[in-house]
T-cell receptor, first 114, second 110 residues
Framework: DGGITQSPKYLFRKEGQNVTLSCEQN?????MYWYRQDPGQGLRLIYY???????QKGDIAEGYSVSREKKESFPLTVTSAQKNPTAFYLC?????????????FGPGTRLTVL | EDQVTQSPEALRLQEGESSSLNCSYT??????LFWYRQDPGKGPEFLFT???AGEEKEKERLKATLTKKESFLHITAPKPEDSATYLC???????????FGQGTTLQVKP
């Protein structure tokens, strides 16, 4: 079964801690993305990667970091510098072809700061 | 500045009562417009991509249409299982990024 997996489903973080959210895809997609979703707001882009070993900041990258060492994996680290990290985090991937490029989403990770 | 606005924010329908959701957009260049369905606590599920004004796509009780300024998601004879939040997004042809609206939450009562 092809798809995108995210783990864990729920994550609790204490103040001052860094946490890493996992995202894996077996769709053979080149591009991967991280979004943040807050109640009543549209999805906001944190980071994206169009190819292995390369990634770009999105609209709200401050306090986050990523890596793309493998095509299948795009982990997101929420650092202690992120002022308000409590949110629903969504990972997506797309084939990466030029032109219109449909993004497919994982099931999400809900992060709560205690 | 690119912007996507969805209306209404929330919609309550009786089972079988048809209606439409609106997605208005402002973008420098439209590469595509996307509709997604999102159930509570889950990731968005892809529904449709529309590329140019006049285009229409259908899937079961859903039909999406596109003009130069907006898109409509028409729901014909909805059932309770159609209850979800529907998200609209446009892809900017200059940046390639998706810009999302805030969503319309649909509740269909039996």
């Amino acid at each position: 079964d092809g798809g995108i997996t995210q783990s864990p489903k729920y994550l609790f973080r204490k103040e001052g801690q860094n946490v890493t959210l996992s995202c894996e895809q077996n769709l053979n997609h080149d591009a991967m993305y991280w979004y943040r979703q807050d109640p009543g707001q549209g999805l906001r882009l944190i980071y994206y990667s169009q190819i292995v070993n390369d990634f770009q900041k999105g609209d709200i990258a401050e306090g986050y970091s990523v890596s793309r060492e493998k095509k299948e994996s795009f982990p997101l680290t929420v650092t202690s510098a992120q002022k308000n990290p409590t949110a629903f985090y969504l990972c997506a991937s797309s084939p990466g072809q030029k032109g219109t490029d449909t993004q497919y989403f994982g099931p999400g990770t809900r992060l709560t700061v205690l | 500045e690119d912007q996507v606005t969805q209306s209404p924010e929330a919609l309550r329908l009786q089972e079988g009562e048809s209606s439409s959701l609106n997605c208005s957009y402002t973008v420098s260049g439209l590469r595509g417009l996307f509709w997604y369905r999102q159930d509570p606590g889950k990731g968005p599920e892809f529904l449709f991509t529309l590329y140019s004004a006049g285009e229409e796509k259908e899937k079961e009780r859903l039909k999406a249409t596109l003009t130069k300024k907006e898109s409509f998601l028409h729901i014909t004879a909805p059932k309770p299982e159609d209850s979800a939040t529907y998200l609209c997004a446009v892809q900017d042809s200059n940046t390639g990024k998706l810009i999302f609206g805030q969503g319309t939450t649909l509740q269909v009562k039996p």
